[in-house]
């Protein structure tokens, strides 16, 4: 299959300039003006812009949590990314206790078969003895580069420092690092508790239980032990300022500290969480959402490279099945939030049309900055000749009012119903393949790959 894109204009991290594109088979084979190559396909880019698909680096597809179950599976998940623009995902697998993550990644292997956009994997770690350490190095070479390590949850996904401390220095030797999820869990797992017998049984009581501090003291800590071990550190969904002034500080030092947000710290807040009629069931997620005031502290993080990149921490659950759950008892709720179709949108119209990022800004971190850290680029994040043939044809001035009614995600609610978003994408073309056309579906289950990667460089 050969596709020519012309009149495109092109945009990357770096470059903005008009030129035609050639995809042979799964990958862009010639970039050029004026390309008079035969095609089977020809695509008329004229006023659209040409992208690279987006990565987003924090999914839960089909993920058991809390007693249920995420209600994307692989196939739904990966589907309503791809009409998002979003191209790669990296999920994350979940070691049960006792077992071993070889087992794990099988398990994950499995579920993902259905995917219809590339994926690859984290391995959540929840227990990792001194003797089962080489287990982490197979599985590096299999492609799995990172860890996420939880410093909340007790009892449940919660590692200790030793632990942590024992998974870091591993990581730092064999070419992986570690994605920490930053909470004081002992803390929060107090306040919960004196909330709950105090009759506090609300969502917005999510929130008031896991204060800013104890996400800025776990990141603090965090950065200790990594440093103490000699290895990076990624922060996941990062959501107050006051654990972004310890990351920059990490980083003005020279540090390899990174860490990523999500659309809904962007966007969204804890008065989300006060809706009435157990609405803000559906705004519950860790970290909560949060005073208005660290919104803007956030997109300066994303301004000024401080954070990275941004991921959606996808993990959605059913308003009326699901999130019910936790109706009289707001800790029984499960926790997360739909949002992979919504991130290249909310981003753009939020970031790129209200003035915060630039163009370039934009695509480095919903695609590039990502490939990067997790060992994709330039295979992925990249449009250039050798480059898997993951494009988005961007129509700028795609009008679109984001609604549970007409998303892809497979949740009967949206958390950012009612939103008005500007910019969308038209064409979804993956490894070669066009997969969305203009509102279109024309992908296959199954289509999707696992994405080995590469291990860690450094390069963002
Ligand atoms: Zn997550």
């Not at 003291?217 to 290895?231: C, G, K, Q």
């Not at 990174?258 to 809904?264: D, I, M, S, W």
């Not at 660290?294 to 954070?307: P, T, V």
């Not at 984001?402 to 939103?419: K, L, P, R, T």
Request: glycine share 10%.
């Amino acid at each position: 299959m050969s596709i020519l894109i012309k009149n495109g204009r092109i945009i990357t991290d770096e470059k903005d300039f008009q030129s035609d594109i050639y995809i042979e088979d799964e990958k862009i084979s010639d970039i050029g003006v004026g390309l008079s190559l035969g095609a089977e396909h020809i695509i008329d880019a004229k006023g659209l812009y040409i992208i690279p698909g987006g990565v987003d680096v924090h999914t839960h597809m089909e993920a058991p949590v809390g007693g249920t179950i995420s209600s994307d599976d692989f196939e739904t998940g990966t589907r309503a990314a791809a009409f998002g623009g979003t191209t790669s995902i990296i999920d994350f697998a979940t070691q049960s206790h006792g077992q071993k993550i070889r087992e794990t990644l099988d398990i994950w292997w499995k579920k993902a078969e259905k995917a219809v956009v590339d994926y690859g994997f984290h391995m959540i770690v929840t227990d990792m003895p001194e003797a089962d350490l080489k287990d982490m190095d197979e599985i590096v070479r299999e492609g799995v580069t990172s860890f996420k390590l939880f410093m909340a949850y007790p009892g449940v996904l919660m590692t200790d420092d030793a632990t942590i401390f024992r998974v870091m220095q591993q990581a730092g030797k064999n070419g992986s690092f570690v994605c920490m999820h930053a909470e004081n869990g002992g803390a929060i797992d107090v306040l919960v508790k004196q909330a709950v017998a105090g009759g506090k049984k609300d969502p917005v009581y999510h929130a008031l239980t896991r204060p800013d501090t104890a996400e800025a003291e776990a990141v603090y800590r965090s950065i200790a032990l990594a440093r103490m071990a000699d290895a990076p550190l990624y922060i996941v969904h990062v959501s107050t300022y006051d654990a972004l002034e310890h990351i920059a500080e990490a980083r003005d030092r020279g540090l390899p500290v990174y860490g990523e947000t999500c659309p809904h710290y962007l966007l969204l807040s804890i008065d989300d969480l006060k809706r009435p009629d157990f609405e803000g069931a559906k705004y519950v997620l860790t970290p909560p959402l949060r005073e208005k005031r660290h919104q803007e502290k956030l997109w300066q993080g994303l301004q000024r490279n401080n954070l990275q990149l941004v991921s959606t921490d996808h993990c959605p659950f059913c308003f009326q099945e699901q999130k019910t759950i936790g109706r009289e008892d707001f800790t029984k709720i499960p926790n997360g939030g739909p949002g992979v179709e919504d991130r290249l949108h909310l981003t753009y119209h939020h970031g790129v049309n209200e003035g915060r990022i630039s163009l370039h800004r934009w695509v480095e971190l919903v695609s590039t900055a990502p490939a990067k850290m997790f060992g994709l680029y330039p295979r992925k994040g990249a449009i250039a000749v050798g480059s898997d043939a993951d494009i988005v044809l961007w129509d700028p001035s795609k009008e679109h009012t984001i609604s549970a009614q007409s998303h892809h995600m497979n949740v009967d609610y949206s958390m950012y119903e009612g939103f008005s978003v500007r910019g969308g994408a038209e064409t979804v073309i993956s490894r070669g393949e066009v997969i969305v056309d203009k509102g279109k579906w024309l992908g296959e289950k199954g289509r999707g790959k696992y994405l080995k990667r590469d291990q860690y460089t450094g390069r963002v």
